[in-house]
């Protein structure tokens, strides 16, 4: 099969695409034919072994593995003997390592399910990641209730454009933030009050807010919870702060913080798992939730793709055509 591989960090011209073999199937495993995949984040972060304190894991001089890409929507090629989830022709979203590449495989027990119905196989892969990130923030850690007021800045991005719709889903008021060329953008996925953060600071307005999810991470902790409620809760979701700092530093600071203030100030990983991605199909389904897709690119075109998300101007999602 074609794949995607890296094998120094660096920038994406150290992407290559390569013929490897097909991933070995588990008796609990499920081979995907992979249609579509989306770009994140984590996908540049992985590239460049950046922050540094990631290569503990990801390898301190070399990337131990040598796929990029998470999020995935394609047909069930195969399953292994045990399982009876899924079978061949289903079509599946989710999220395996390396779903830069034409298959991959998938515990029968992780985050896949079945794709949105209506949805394109480029529209469901760009759910999974963001979205989840999204949900598990707002329902889990913001514990957004309707009625609520929540600001979302960053609205305009991959996991803003959705926590947008997820906000309006769950009944809440909701702010979005963002450049001016996006405005209209994030008032049509429902927004009912977008600030131009060219024009205007949102920590300076003067309104309060039970939930601020922070995808930018271009104020200062105290600015953001000068403009919460009482008891209100801070999400920070950035890898901004610097190389070695980065946002394990900002985790730190938080953690600390939160043992001494009134406001709720979370910290967050996300849980990518099936039953989040069957919760967003039935909001998918709904008609509840849309992804933004801004443009897409072949395999052979990841490195440019990554490159754009990594200047951090991507409106909405970045898909890869398999």
């Known amino acids: 099969m074609k794949a995607i591989r890296y094998h120094a960090y660096g920038p994406p011209d150290v992407i290559s695409l390569e013929e490897t073999a097909k991933p070995d199937l588990a008796d609990d495993g499920v ?3 992979v249609r579509a995949a989306s770009v994140n984040p984590g996908d540049w972060h992985l590239l460049r072994g950046d922050p540094y304190i990631f290569r503990a894991v990801s390898g301190l001089t070399r990337p131990k593995a040598h796929g ?3 999020d995935l929507a394609g047909i ?7 399982v009876s989830r899924f079978a061949p022709g289903d079509e599946v979203y989710g999220c395996a390592p390396g ?5 991959v495989a998938v515990p029968e027990s992780g985050p896949l399910s079945g794709k949105p119905a209506g949805f394109t196989f480029e529209q469901a892969a760009a759910v999974p990641t963001s979205a989840q990130t999204a949900l598990q923030a707002l ?4 514990r957004l209730a309707p009625g609520q007021r929540v600001l979302v800045n960053g609205a305009a991005g991959g996991i803003g454009t959705f926590a947008v719709q997820l906000a309006k889903a769950f009944g809440a008021e909701v702010t979005g933030v963002c450049g001016g060329g996006n405005v209209e953008l994030v008032r049509s996925l429902g927004a009912d009050h977008v600030i131009d953060y060219t024009k205007e600071d949102f920590t300076r307005t003067g309104h309060r807010y039970d939930v601020v999810l922070d995808n930018v ?6 600015d953001c919870r000068r403009i919460l409620t009482p008891t209100g809760t801070y999400l920070h979701n950035s890898g901004s702060g610097g190389r070695w700092v980065g946002v394990i530093g900002r985790i730190v600071g938080l ?3 939160n043992l001494f203030v009134r406001h709720r100030l979370p910290t967050f990983v996300t849980h990518e798992n099936a039953d989040d991605l069957a919760v967003l199909r039935e909001l998918a389904e709904a008609g509840k939730l849309t992804p933004v897709i801004e443009r897409t690119h072949p395999l052979s075109e990841v490195p440019e793709a990554i ?6 101007h991507a409106k909405g999602k970045v898909v890869i055509t398999v």
């Open 68 to 70: 990029l890409g998470a």
């Open 139 to 142: 329902r889990d850690k913001g």
């Open 255 to 257: 953690s600390v913080l």
């Open 31 to 33: 081979l995907v034919r």
């Open 99 to 103: 779903s830069f590449a034409e298959y």
């Open 76 to 82: 069930v090629e195969a399953v292994g003997k045990d």
């Open 217 to 222: 991470g271009n104020r200062r902790v105290a």
């Open 307 to 312: 490159a754009h998300v990594e200047r951090g």
